[in-house]
């Protein structure tokens, strides 16, 4: 995910991390109480009672989720992640104002929390409710030192792709009201888009702008949202116009509205599209276009003001570690050479006479291991990708107590982003039920998505990782929504990497190339550690990185410069996912060491899931906690 800066309410950022902390400045009065009382409960000498810890958690909660509904509605992309459709026709304000003014809402707040509830009063959940409020004020105090330090404009999660995106993926239309929201943010595209490049002009003249290839994939992406009907006579409609034709086209078909009422809704998207998005975006790229000009082929953090402090920074906030960047850098080679060996295993066992490079460059260019680059080899992959996902929820009673109740499906990434968007990812789905949790694995060309990562990798996104930790958090009970809804990379990334593992003790993986694979996600995760903070501490060049994963995992040429190019932009969020899985896999071998034929995996995967996403230090409390619990227990 892209390190949107916490202070800013663009996009997911106040689901990430601080979505139920930053409050509504007017909020003086405490939620469900006083003060009074809360300090009365303070000075009481007495032990709780366990109706007084029940009443003070409650409050708590209630307080949380108040809060938390005060900050969404400041925020109406967030509205639209959450399935409300309050403000649905609006964008968020991502101005520097803004930004301040959420942080010094999260401070007030946060203030309000301490001095009007008693920590000591309150259960297992609240406390750590309590502690991730802090944290998440710590952090965005952090990261408004920075405010312009993360890249506006790139190949990840740029704005010139964030708005089609959004519209085509998120925002659903099941009503006119719907479609007319739809135009309204059509229409506001312009506004949207100029804050965004206000915010690119800021950070550039701070001497913070995006290395020189980050450019060609930005342009591409803004001239592939203008492309097509209505901004040109190609007779195939853009992506936007295709997207809502089709929501509108739907409405009709299910008796919603009359064909007169979608003649009239497409005629104002056409006009909206014409004469704001087409202007907004021509806009944008004529002056990115300019700005490309200034680049330079530095890709470090080291090269923006206080760079290493910055990258200290972000490396602190993604693994919720003090792990510094050499500890990350060492780990990783530890890693890369561990897994090799266990790679020269699979050799062995499938007949290879050669080096291990030598297998490495067989598995890239092999035909076998590849669908072809096809509508009907991509249909291929997508019906067999979802087919292990199906096979593996019939499985998981076997290792899991609890399980998500949304639905997941899984997609192919959409041709206007394809071309710049990574391997694969997540989207969350919708708590009312009304969007399913999606796998998007991207098929532009099928020689980066070998066949032997495809079990890896619909487990990593689908089932038993994103999917099954994200909508199980989502329906979490006596949880406050901001936690719900909130997330912290190395938990839940490294709950994705774990994911990958886990299977094989399930059985999958049967075929030895299929290990092979996830043995080649595993050290993918593992040289990210080596690429970035070598990147971005030790000043390697983007070539250098490329050549590292080449020579040391199997993936394509292809698969490693984009990797690498989104390690450049989104510095030090590659590292949690290796240092997320170690810590879940130490605590769990720790478990079973100590609980012997006490252990259970299925009740440890409750330990790690029941609280949503955690900081590692508290997941270690937990299982910790459910260590000497069990022990105790008859």
């Known amino acids: 995910m892209k390190p949107v800066l916490i202070a800013r309410s663009s996009a997911l950022a106040l689901l990430i991390a601080t979505a139920g902390c930053a409050m509504n400045e007017e909020a003086a009065v405490p939620a469900a109480g006083t003060e009074a009382a809360a300090m009365e409960a303070v000075a009481s ?12 958690s409650a409050r708590l909660n209630e307080w949380f989720d108040q809060k938390f509904a005060e900050t969404i509605s400041r925020s109406p992309i967030t509205q639209t992640y959450l399935g409300i459709k309050d403000n649905y026709g609006e964008w968020d304000d991502v101005s520097d104002a803004n930004a301040l003014k959420e942080l010094e809402i999260l401070r007030a707040d946060v203030a ?44 990840m999660n740029g704005v010139q792709a964030e708005i089609p995106a959004f519209l085509i993926n998120q925002h659903q239309i099941t009503s006119k009201s719907d479609a007319e929201a739809y135009i309204s943010r059509l229409n506001g595209v312009p506004a949207y888009l100029e804050q965004n490049l206000e915010n690119a002009r800021i950070a550039l003249a701070d001497g913070i702008q995006p290395p020189a290839f980050v450019y060609k994939y930005v342009l591409s992406d803004a001239q592939g949202v203008i492309t097509g009907a209505p901004f040109d006579d190609s007779g195939k409609d853009s992506p936007l116009m295709g997207d809502f034709r089709k929501k509108v086209t739907g409405l009709v078909e299910n008796g919603t ?13 056409t006009d909206a599209l014409t004469n704001s998005v087409g202007p907004a975006y021509k806009a944008a790229i004529a002056e990115l276009g300019e700005q490309a000009k200034t680049a330079t082929t530095d890709d470090g953090a080291w090269k923006l003001p206080d760079g290493d402090a910055y990258y200290a920074s972000r490396l602190a906030d993604y693994t919720t570690t003090d792990m510094t960047a050499e500890e990350i850098h060492n780990l ?7 897994i090799h060996d266990e790679m020269r295993g699979i050799m062995k066992q499938v007949g290879f006479e050669g080096s291990l490079k030598e297998f490495f460059d067989f598995t890239r260019t092999d035909p076998q291991f590849f669908k072809p680059n096809t509508p009907e080899g991509k249909t291929e992959y997508l019906d067999e990708a979802t087919g292990w996902i199906d096979q593996m929820r ?4 076997n290792v899991f107590n609890t399980f998500p109740k949304a639905d997941l499906i899984v997609k192919a990434v959409e041709p206007f982003r394809e071309k710049s968007a990574g391997k694969a990812f997540y989207s969350r789905p919708a708590p009312d039920g009304s969007r399913p949790g999606t796998y998007y694995a991207n098929l532009y060309r099928m020689q980066d998505m070998p066949t032997y990562q495809m079990q890896a990798l619909a487990f990593h996104e689908g089932i038993p990782g994103h999917h099954m930790q994200i909508a199980i958090a989502q329906e979490l009970t006596g949880v406050p929504k901001f936690r719900k809804y909130g997330g912290f990379t190395a938990f839940s990334e490294g709950w994705g990497l774990y994911s990958e593992y886990l299977p094989k003790e399930m059985g999958y993986y049967s075929d030895p190339y299929d290990d092979f694979g996830r ?23 983007r070539e250098q990185a490329i050549q590292y994963l080449l020579d040391n995992t199997p993936n394509p040429e292809g698969d490693a410069r984009k990797a690498i190019e989104r390690y450049i932009v989104m510095p030090g969020q590659a590292t949690a996912y290796k240092i997320g899985m170690n810590k879940i896999v130490e605590l769990r071998e720790k478990a079973k060491a100590e609980l012997g034929d006490k252990f259970d995996i299925r009740d440890f995967h409750d330990v790690v899931l029941k609280d949503g996403a955690v900081p590692l230090d508290i997941l270690e409390e937990n299982v910790d906690d459910w260590i000497t619990e069990t022990k105790a227990a008859e």
């Open 394 to 397: 019939e499985d998981l009673p």
């Open 332 to 338: 990783g080679l530890a890693e890369v050479a561990r």
């Open 45 to 56: 000498p007495e032990t709780p009672s366990a109706e007084d810890i029940a009443a003070e």
């Open 257 to 269: 509205i009359t064909q007169a009422e979608a003649d009239q809704l497409l005629d104002e998207a």
């Open 519 to 541: 043995l080649a996600m595993e050290i993918w995760r593992a040289a990210r550690l080596v690429v970035d903070t070598g990147i971005h501490d030790q000043h390697w060049t």
């Open 112 to 155: 309000e929390m301490e001095t009007s509830f008693n920590p000591d009063l309150l259960d297992h959940q609240a406390k750590i409710s309590w502690r991730i409020a802090e944290m998440n004020l710590k952090q965005a105090e952090e990261d408004y030192k920075y405010l312009h330090h993360g890249y506006v404009f790139d190949q």
